[in-house]
């Protein structure tokens, strides 16, 4: 017999009966958490305070900072011309500029021609159009000779197009290559006229083939030019590049070294090379012209140095065989003043002397022409307004939030609901505090600023909240009389945010007034866990207690059934 289970043998559920009856003993704890639950939720209403607080002596802060009064607005009088900026710190003045000569960069032009020729000899019948060394691609397509349409296809050999013109034009015009100029002509008894409308073919244009109104036209230009997208030693150069025996070269721009791969390194590949280095030059490749050029990443009379260490990269392209076209500097007078240079198109204190100004010439001067205008550098006071305004928000929000947190109301049938920090007194005393460091005067400053209110900046009248309710007045503060605003903000020992950040950080500080509350309330809800515990054992013994208890009950009980069954066995059929 199980007498473990409730009421086996009395037939009476004392399990459930303790329950209830322990349901009964553990009401303390219920009122324990209840108040546990009350504490945390105003430690958390403690901890919105204090955010809140923080967040408002960062602005407080950000008025403490003597960087804010000196920041400065540059105005210039033509901005199609030039703009400008100015430093924190920097001179409050008008400065009026004449530029007379533009920055330039300087331009290492290499030589022309680098490309070798077309063919190697005057018969063509062999060279391929979509293989050819042309400076670009020859389209699929039609072009017009004599008013007469010749079609063309890529895989047509020069020659080929030749004898498409000839047979186009009834043999009136015929064509031919020069291997030793590397130019195509088109001879005619009469003149020649080339293109119509409809061409679709760049045929005319990439073989340089205009009218001039005779019966012969030849290229403008030598045709083949530098295959950059091939490998440097099959990439169409008058002088093959070279290396060393195994093909490896190196050359310097401006003393940084550059190396290359004859077999594995492509034209393109190496002129990345340069511009991703630090030798402060671009470099590129003019297919038109069939030259190199490199070009400096600055401006100003400068130079570029070259030097071939190993093969002969910058011979070959014509780079240091080329010319220099030398750069320009930026030339230029302020107030009247003798000519200062620049070698960029951006004026800065190194160049004209005026700490913390830099203009910068957005529009190039052609030549004989000079710019003139004037930059104003002026105290930037919305920068200061909007520190102000910022306070001023950060400052309302933090009497709202202690507004809403200590609010008490009555409803329309007389229920008074009190919210989590009602009858706090030392948030009444931060709201009270709060709002008497915002109106209060004070001392020891020299200027004729002493409160908030000087400057505009009032209470409402009917809360703790503060408004602009004067700008006008903040603005002739501003304009005039910047510097004693900033003493009144920025003095260390009596300014206005030096104590307002003083009583915040009081308030907000590790060992502050608030952080002392809320370890006060941690401490009553870790109380609480122990008193909890330890209700909760004696719970739990009287739990025991009651079990033995009615376990013994049943066991008596299920005896006295046995003896009760035995003698209704024996005598109960007599």
Same mark, same amino acid.
């Given at each position: 017999?199980?007498?473990?289970?409730?009421?086996?043998?009395?037939?009476?559920?004392?399990?459930?009966?303790?329950?209830?009856?322990?349901?009964?003993?553990?009401t303390?704890?219920?009122?324990?958490?209840?108040?546990?639950?009350?504490?945390?939720?105003?430690?958390?209403?403690?901890?919105?305070?204090?955010?809140?607080?923080?967040?408002?002596?960062?602005?407080?802060?950000?008025?403490?900072?003597?960087?804010?009064?000196?920041?400065?607005?540059?105005?210039?009088?033509?901005?199609?011309?030039?703009?400008?900026?100015?430093?924190t710190?920097?001179?409050?003045?008008?400065?009026?500029?004449?530029v007379?000569?533009?920055?330039?960069?300087?331009?290492?032009?290499?030589?022309s021609?680098?490309?070798?020729?077309?063919?190697?000899?005057?018969?063509?019948?062999?060279?391929?159009?979509?293989?050819?060394?042309?400076?670009?691609?020859?389209?699929?397509?039609?072009?017009?000779?004599?008013g007469?349409?010749?079609?063309?296809?890529?895989?047509?050999?020069?020659?080929?197009?030749?004898?498409?013109?000839?047979?186009?034009?009834?043999?009136?015009?015929?064509?031919?290559?020069?291997?030793?100029?590397?130019?195509?002509?088109?001879?005619?008894?009469?003149?020649?006229?080339?293109?119509?409308?409809?061409?679709?073919?760049n045929?005319?244009?990439?073989?340089r083939?205009?009218?001039?109104? *005779?019966? $012969?036209?030849? !290229?403008?230009?030598?045709? %083949?030019?530098?295959?950059?997208?091939? =490998?440097?030693? /099959? &990439?169409?150069?008058?002088?093959?590049?070279?290396?060393?025996?195994?093909?490896?070269?190196?050359?310097k721009?401006?003393?940084?070294?550059?190396t290359?791969?004859?077999?594995?390194?492509?034209?393109?590949?190496?002129?990345?090379?340069?511009?991703?280095?630090?030798?402060?030059?671009?470099?590129?490749?003019?297919?038109?012209?069939?030259?190199?050029?490199?070009?400096?990443?600055?401006?100003?009379?400068?130079?570029?140095?070259?030097?071939?260490?190993?093969?002969?990269?910058?011979?070959?392209?014509?780079?240091?065989?080329?010319?220099?076209?030398?750069?320009?500097?930026?030339?230029?007078?302020v107030?009247?003043?003798?000519?200062?240079?620049?070698?960029?198109? *951006?004026? $800065?204190?190194? !160049?004209?002397?005026?700490? %913390?100004?830099?203009?910068?010439?957005? =529009?190039?001067? /052609? &030549?004989?022409q000079?710019h003139?205008?004037?930059?104003t550098?002026?105290?930037d006071?919305?920068?200061?307004?909007?520190?102000?305004?910022?306070?001023?928000?950060?400052?309302?929000?933090?009497?709202?939030?202690?507004?809403?947190?200590?609010?008490?109301?009555?409803?329309?049938?007389?229920?008074?609901?009190?919210?989590?920090?009602?009858?706090?007194?030392?948030?009444?005393?931060?709201?009270?505090?709060?709002?008497?460091?915002?109106?209060?005067?004070?001392?020891?400053?020299?200027?004729?600023?002493?409160?908030?209110?000087?400057?505009?900046?009032?209470?409402?009248?009917?809360?703790?909240?503060?408004?602009?309710?004067d700008?006008?007045?903040?603005?002739?503060?501003?304009?005039?009389?910047?510097?004693?605003?900033?003493?009144?903000?920025?003095?260390?020992?009596?300014?206005?945010?030096?104590?307002?950040?003083?009583?915040?950080?009081?308030?907000v500080?590790?060992?502050?007034?608030?952080?002392?509350t809320?370890?006060?309330?941690n401490?009553?809800?870790s109380?609480?866990?122990?008193?909890?515990?330890?209700?909760?054992?004696?719970?739990?013994?009287?739990?025991?207690?009651?079990?033995?208890?009615?376990?013994?009950?049943?066991?008596?009980?299920?005896?006295?059934?046995?003896?009760?069954?035995?003698?209704?066995?024996?005598?109960?059929?007599?």
């Open positions: 017999m199980d007498l473990g289970v409730s009421g086996l043998a009395s037939g009476f559920d004392w399990r459930s009966f303790i329950d209830q009856m322990l349901q009964i003993e553990r303390p704890q219920t009122r324990m958490r209840n108040e546990q639950s009350t504490l945390r939720k105003i430690n958390d209403a403690y901890a919105s305070l204090k955010t809140q607080l923080q967040a408002l002596q960062g602005k407080v802060e950000a008025l403490q900072k003597e960087e804010l009064y000196q920041a400065r607005t540059a105005k210039t009088s033509d901005a199609s011309i030039a703009s400008a900026s100015a430093a710190g920097a001179a409050v003045g008008e400065y009026r500029f004449t007379s000569q533009w920055a330039t960069a300087a331009v290492q032009q290499g030589l021609n680098r490309g070798a020729g077309l063919n190697s000899t005057n018969d063509v019948s062999g060279l391929v159009l979509s293989q050819a060394a042309f400076s670009r691609a020859i389209t699929a397509g039609t072009f017009t000779v004599n007469k349409q010749i079609t063309v296809e890529t895989s047509d050999t020069l020659q080929g197009v030749f004898d498409k013109i000839a047979a186009a034009t009834g043999g009136a015009v015929t064509g031919s290559y020069d291997a030793a100029t590397d130019t195509i002509s088109l001879t005619s008894a009469s003149e020649i006229v080339l293109g119509a409308a409809t061409d679709t073919s045929f005319l244009q990439v073989a083939l205009a009218n001039n109104g *005779t019966g $012969t036209v030849t !290229s403008r230009s030598a045709l %083949g030019v530098v295959q950059v997208g091939a =490998k440097l030693n /099959a &990439a169409n150069l008058s002088t093959p590049i070279t290396g060393d025996a195994a093909g490896k070269g190196e050359f721009i401006n003393g940084v070294s550059i290359y791969d004859t077999a594995t390194d492509t034209v393109a590949a190496v002129l990345a090379r340069i511009n991703q280095s630090q030798a402060g030059v671009y470099a590129s490749y003019d297919a038109e012209n069939d030259r190199f050029l490199l070009t400096n990443k600055t401006t100003g009379d400068v130079g570029i140095g070259l030097e071939d260490v190993t093969g002969n990269f910058l011979a070959a392209t014509g780079l240091s065989g080329g010319s220099l076209q030398r750069g320009t500097d930026m030339l230029y007078t107030n009247d003043s003798g000519t200062l240079v620049s070698r960029s198109n *951006t004026i $800065t204190e190194e !160049s004209s002397g005026i700490a %913390g100004l830099s203009v910068t010439l957005l =529009k190039p001067l /052609a &030549a004989g000079t003139e205008f004037t930059v550098v002026g105290a006071t919305e920068k200061v307004k909007t520190a102000l305004n910022d306070f001023i928000s950060e400052y309302n929000k933090t009497q709202s939030l202690i507004d809403s947190q200590t609010a008490i109301t009555t409803d329309a049938n007389g229920k008074v609901t009190a919210n989590t920090l009602a009858g706090m007194t030392d948030v009444y005393e931060i709201a009270r505090q709060l709002r008497s460091l915002a109106t209060q005067a004070l001392s020891g400053l020299s200027g004729n600023l002493t409160r908030l209110s000087d400057l505009g900046i009032d209470t409402s009248g009917t809360d703790n909240s503060l408004k602009l309710a700008s006008a007045k903040l603005d002739d503060w501003l304009n005039n009389r910047l510097d004693e605003v900033a003493a009144f903000f920025t003095d260390e020992t009596y300014g206005f945010a030096s104590k307002y950040s003083a009583y915040l950080e009081h308030v500080d590790e060992e502050g007034v608030l952080a002392k809320q370890n006060s309330l401490k009553q809800v109380n609480l866990d122990d008193q909890i515990a330890e209700q909760e054992r004696y719970v739990q013994n009287v739990r025991e207690q009651m079990v033995r208890s009615f376990l013994a009950m049943e066991n008596a009980q299920a005896q006295a059934n046995q003896q009760l069954s035995f003698l209704l066995q024996r005598f109960g059929s007599k």
